[in-house]
C-alpha cells in the first residue's frame, strides 16, 4: 500500500494562486483607487468651473447694462463718439466698472473693441491697446457666445497631471458686450473678458484628490493585509495538515512494516523455541552428569546461560509480533507500580538505588487497564532505569492528575541517552545495550498505546532520563 503527497499539491498551487489574486487584487485596487480619485477631483473641477462661469455671466450682465446705460449712451450723447484714450472717458469707465465689480471675486477685467479686437479698456492699464490676447473666447464672444478657459501659471519644476504643482489657476470668461433695448438692433458692440482667481479653491480639490486617494489606498492596504492573513493561515494550516499526512503515511507504512515483520519474527521464533528447549535441557544433564569434568560441565553452563538469554530474545520477539490486546478491568496504578518495586527491591539494593516514592501511594489512582501487560511494561521501564546507573543513583516517582487521565513519571539520575538516540528510542530493533533485542520500549509504547495512553521520554547526558506515562482515569 502507498500514499503520497501528492494529492495536497492541488490545494497548495490554490493558495498560491489566491496569493497571487491577492497580490494582484491590490494592484488593481490602488489603480481603481487613483482613477477614482481623478475623476471625482475632475468632475469637481468642471463643477467648479461652471459655478464661477455662471458668477461671471451674471457680474457680465449687470456690467454689460450699467456700461450701456451710464457709458455709452451718455458718452455718444455727450461727445458724439467713444474715445476712451481721453482721460475723461476713461476715468468714466474705470469708475462704473469698478464700482460694478466691486465686492465680487474679479481679479481682472477687459473690455474689447469690436471692430479691431484691441483691448480698449482694463482693470490693468498695461494692457491697454494690445491686441491678439482674445483668441477663440473673443471670436466666439462675437457670433453671440459666451465661453470659458482655465490657464495656469506653472512653477519652475512642473509636476504630473496628477501631482498638480501649479502656482495660480485663473478662469477667463468671455461674454459678448451688447446693446441693449431700444437700442438692441445695433447689436455687438465689444468683449467682455472677465478672469477670476481660482488658485485656492482648485488647491482645495487637489487637497481633496490626495484625501481620496489616501484613504482608498489606506482601506485597500487593509482590505490587503485582512486577505494575506487569510492566505498566510490557510497555508499554514495546509501545511500543518500535509505533515500529519505524511506523519500518518509514515506510521501507516510503519505499520505494514511491522505487520510483515512481525508474521515472519512469530514464525521463525516458534520453530526456534523447541530446539532451544532441547539445547538447553541436553546441556542442563551434561552439567548434572557425575562423569562430565570440569570443562565440560563449565561449556554446559555457558550454553545454558546463553540459551536462556537467546529464549528471552525469542520470547520478546514473540511478545513483539503477536497483538497486545489488554484485558481491561479496575485496577490501582499504585499497586502496579509498587509490585515492581517489591520484585526489584533485591537488585536494587545490590546497586544501590534508592526509590522516592512520592505521592505515589498518597491516594487510590483508579484505572481500568489490563494489569499484567502494565506491570510488564513498567518493569521494563525499571530495569531501564536501574541499568542506567552504574554507581547507584535515585528514582523519582511522581504521578499528576490531569482532566482525564493519569500522568505518570519516573526520573532517573543515569548516564542519559544523546538527542540522536533520543528520536530511535521507540523503534523496534534499535539498542544501546551490548545485550539486547531493542524490543523492550517498543513493546513498552505498544502496550501503552493500547489502553490509549501516550509515553514520551525527555533526557540529557550525564544528567539523567525521565520517562512520562499517561494513562486514562476510569470514567
Known amino acids: 500500500m502507498e500514499y503520497s503527497s501528492k494529492n495536497i499539491q492541488p490545494d497548495t498551487n490554490r493558495f498560491r494562486l489566491v496569493k497571487f489574486f491577492a497580490y494582484a487584487s491590490f494592484v488593481i485596487l490602488i489603480i481603481s483607487s487613483f482613477i477614482l480619485a481623478m475623476v471625482i477631483s475632475q468632475r469637481a473641477t468642471k463643477l467648479l468651473m461652471n459655478t464661477y462661469e455662471n458668477h461671471a455671466l451674471l457680474i457680465a450682465n449687470n456690467l454689460n447694462h450699467q456700461v450701456f446705460h451710464y457709458f455709452n449712451i451718455p458718452v455718444r450723447y455727450r461727445y458724439g463718439a467713444i474715445r476712451l484714450r481721453e482721460k475723461e472717458q476713461s476715468d468714466l469707465m474705470d469708475k462704473i466698472v469698478k464700482t460694478t465689480i466691486h465686492s465680487f471675486n474679479i481679479e481682472e477685467v477687459n473690455i474689447y473693441d469690436a471692430q479691431k ?171 548434572e552428569n557425575p562423569k562430565s569434568d570440569q570443562i565440560q560441565k563449565k561449556l554446559s553452563n555457558i550454553i545454558i546461560d546463553e540459551s536462556g538469554r537467546l529464549n528471552d530474545i525469542v520470547t520478546d520477539f514473540l511478545d513483539f509480533a503477536k497483538p497486545q490486546v489488554p484485558n481491561l478491568q479496575d485496577c490501582h496504578l499504585e499497586e502496579i507500580i509498587n509490585r515492581n518495586l517489591s520484585f526489584l527491591r533485591p537488585e536494587l539494593d545490590k546497586k544501590g538505588v534508592s526509590i522516592n516514592n512520592g505521592n505515589l501511594n498518597s491516594k487510590p489512582f483508579t484505572i481500568k487497564a489490563d494489569p499484567e501487560l502494565l506491570y510488564r511494561a513498567f518493569l521494563n521501564i525499571f530495569l531501564n532505569a536501574i541499568q542506567s546507573m552504574k554507581d547507584g543513583g535515585n528514582i523519582d516517582i511522581k ?54 495512553g501516550d509515553i514520551w521520554i525527555e533526557s540529557e547526558e550525564e544528567v539523567g532520563t525521565s520517562v512520562f506515562v499517561k494513562l486514562p482515569r476510569k470514567r
Not at 459678448?176 to 481660482?198: C, H, M, N, R, W
Not at 499528576?400 to 523496534?428: A, M, R, S, W
Open 399 to 452: 504521578v499528576e492528575e490531569e482532566k482525564e487521565n493519569y500522568k505518570v513519571e519516573i526520573q532517573d539520575t543515569g548516564i542519559g541517552i544523546n538527542k540522536e538516540n533520543l528520536n530511535k528510542i521507540f523503534n523496534p530493533f534499535f539498542t544501546t545495550k551490548e545485550k539486547g533485542s531493542g524490543l523492550g520500549l517498543a513493546i513498552v509504547k505498544k502496550i501503552i498505546e493500547g489502553h490509549k
Open 117 to 287: 479686437g484691441i483691448i480698449a479698456y482694463s482693470t490693468n492699464k498695461d494692457l491697454i491697446g494690445l491686441t491678439g490676447r482674445g483668441g477663440m473666447g473673443y471670436r466666439d464672444a462675437l457670433e453671440g457666445k459666451h465661453s470659458s478657459r482655465l490657464i495656469s501659471r506653472e512653477p519652475a519644476i512642473s509636476g504630473s497631471w496628477f501631482m498638480d504643482f501649479t502656482k495660480e489657476k485663473k478662469l477667463k470668461t468671455f461674454i459678448p458686450f451688447k446693446a441693449e433695448p431700444p437700442f438692441s438692433y445695433i447689436g455687438i458692440l465689444g468683449v467682455f473678458e472677465l478672469t477670476q482667481d481660482l488658485t485656492k479653491e482648485y488647491e482645495s480639490i487637489l487637497k481633496f484628490r490626495y484625501l481620496i486617494f489616501g484613504v482608498s489606498f489606506v482601506i485597500m492596504f487593509f482590505i490587503f493585509l485582512a486577505l494575506l492573513l487569510v492566505v498566510r493561515k490557510a497555508e499554514h494550516l495546509l501545511r500543518k495538515r500535509e505533515q500529519e499526512q505524511k506523519l500518518l503515511e509514515d506510521q501507516l507504512n510503519q505499520a505494514e512494516r511491522l505487520a510483515v515483520l512481525g508474521e515472519m519474527v512469530a514464525g521463525v521464533s516458534h520453530e526456534i523455541k523447541n530446539p532451544l528447549g532441547i539445547i538447553r535441557s541436553t546441556a542442563e544433564f551434561l552439567a
